[in-house]
């Protein structure tokens, strides 16, 4: 089992930047695919959560949701096992609980993540 930290979240205005860390085990490095997805408020239970970005083992293969490209930017810092979501330009609809999720391979699905954090609360007001 893989234990991912989420930090960062908090409530901005509108037009804020933020930027959320992703802290794995020490000495856990570049060993996985690293990404973020979200959860709206009041999303059903069932529901997938949405993906945001992904970023590959040494930061190659970066991609992002449709909803967040050019206004986030993933990236990772492998000797502190610590991936980052720099948010820009935030939006009352980016407000989320964000789950960093770690796997093995470059993916959009949640289904292919194989460790979750717990997430981190984000709340954009207008």
């Known amino acids: 089992q893989v234990q991912l930290v989420e930090s960062g979240g908090r409530s901005v205005q509108a037009g804020d930047s933020l930027r959320l860390s992703c802290t794995a085990p020490e000495g856990t490095g570049n060993k996985y695919v690293m990404a973020w997805f979200r959860k709206a408020p009041g999303q059903a239970p069932g529901r997938d959560p949405e993906f945001v970005a992904v970023i590959g083992w040494n930061g190659e293969n970066i991609y992002y949701g449709q909803s967040v490209q050019g206004r986030f930017v993933v990236s990772r810092d492998n000797p502190r096992s610590t991936v980052y979501l720099q948010m820009n330009s935030l939006k009352p609809e980016d407000t989320a609980v964000y789950l960093c999720?770690?796997?093995?391979?470059?993916?959009?699905?949640?289904?292919?993540?194989?460790?979750w954090g717990k997430g981190t609360l984000v709340t954009v007001s207008s």
């Open positions: 999720a770690a796997g093995g391979r470059i993916t959009l699905g949640p289904g292919d993540m194989n460790y």
